[in-house]
């Protein structure tokens, strides 16, 4: 049955996270219009209802994606270029890539720290909140520390620069360092997902899974959107951790982009319940095109982060 407006409404309030306000800004109009609409006391023009299925489908996720839009997103991202020396040397993209990248991969793990609250703690190493938990804090600083690392191996080695297991364990160690016990160390213990189908890598078979993972992202490959998608699904099915999976697999994926001279993906908040969808599917069913449209639009959305700074130059 079709969802109406009001429960599309709904639905993207709760999976976003947004307030109402931040709806109605989305959709072009006033809080007091979206209240109307979602308590069914008045009906959307026709324009803004096209504006909710878009977005609804944008925040929840498609059921499928013909090939020619998908063709087209991707030809689109892979046209957004770019290289490490740029990042590294560009104060400006620099600063804006690491701080929507660590509030957006943190947040979809569970931190409660808004976007102003990491950029203050980024600028400040000696910086503390008190109204945030020591954890979210320790989190955020790991991120930027295990980004840089990355940042600073890629444009360093360049051409020759490969991944290792010794390299992944270095990056989930930055990541987890004084947050876990076992940071920088697979599990040794089972695995599950809660609400998901996906079943995660006995952890017996971690260490030979891990090699094949790393000899794919060592692979060439002429469909780099696609390799994107395939290897993060691969990473996360593994699951090699016991926790700092989604971060450990998104700097992984950030990095594989930025080898190939795209601009990375940014995977986000708001579009959390979109990306898990699409990486079981790719999981469950080897069914990658969904996940393709991701990965596409997250590299658009890196780049409109960060495209005044390109065209100024």
């Known amino acids: 049955m079709e969802k109406t407006i009001s429960q599309k409404l709904k639905d993207i309030l709760i999976s976003a996270a947004w307030t109402q306000e931040e709806l109605a800004r989305n959709l072009g109009t006033t809080q007091k219009t979206v209240n109307l609409w979602i308590n069914e006391r008045s009906s959307p023009h026709f324009r803004h209802i096209q504006k909710i299925d878009l977005l609804y489908f944008d925040i929840i996720g498609y059921a499928q994606i013909e090939f020619s839009i998908l063709s087209k997103q991707k030809n689109g991202a892979i046209s957004k270029g770019i290289n490490v020396a740029k990042i590294v040397s560009d104060k400006e993209i620099l600063d804006a890539l690491t701080l929507h990248l660590t509030y957006h991969t943190n947040t979809i793990e569970g931190s409660t720290m808004t976007l102003a609250d990491v950029q203050e703690i980024l600028s ?158 790719a999981q469950t069913e080897e069914k990658f095109e969904l996940l393709e449209m991701f990965m596409a639009e997250s590299i658009i959305s890196a780049y409109e982060l960060i495209k005044n700074r390109l065209i100024t130059e």
């Open 124 to 281: 400040d190493d000696n910086k503390v909140l008190s109204n945030k938990t020591a954890r979210e804090q320790i989190e955020a600083k790991n991120h930027r520390s295990a980004l840089y690392f990355l940042l600073d191996q890629l444009n360093a080695k360049k051409d020759t620069f490969f991944w290792t297991k010794e390299l992944i364990l270095e990056i989930h160690l930055r990541l987890m360092n004084s947050i876990i016990s076992n940071a920088g160390a697979f599990r040794n213990h089972g695995a599950r997902i809660a609400s998901s189908r996906v079943v995660l890598a006995n952890y017996v078979k971690i260490p030979r899974l891990i090699e094949e993972f790393i000899e794919s992202l060592n692979t060439p490959t002429k469909d780099l959107i696609r390799f994107l998608a395939q290897t993060h699904s691969t990473f996360e099915k593994i699951h090699p951790f016991s926790d700092g999976n989604g971060r450990t697999g998104r700097l992984i994926l950030f990095i594989s982009a930025l080898q190939y001279g795209v601009i990375p993906p940014l995977v986000l908040k708001e579009k959390k319940h979109a990306y898990y969808k699409y990486l079981e599917i």
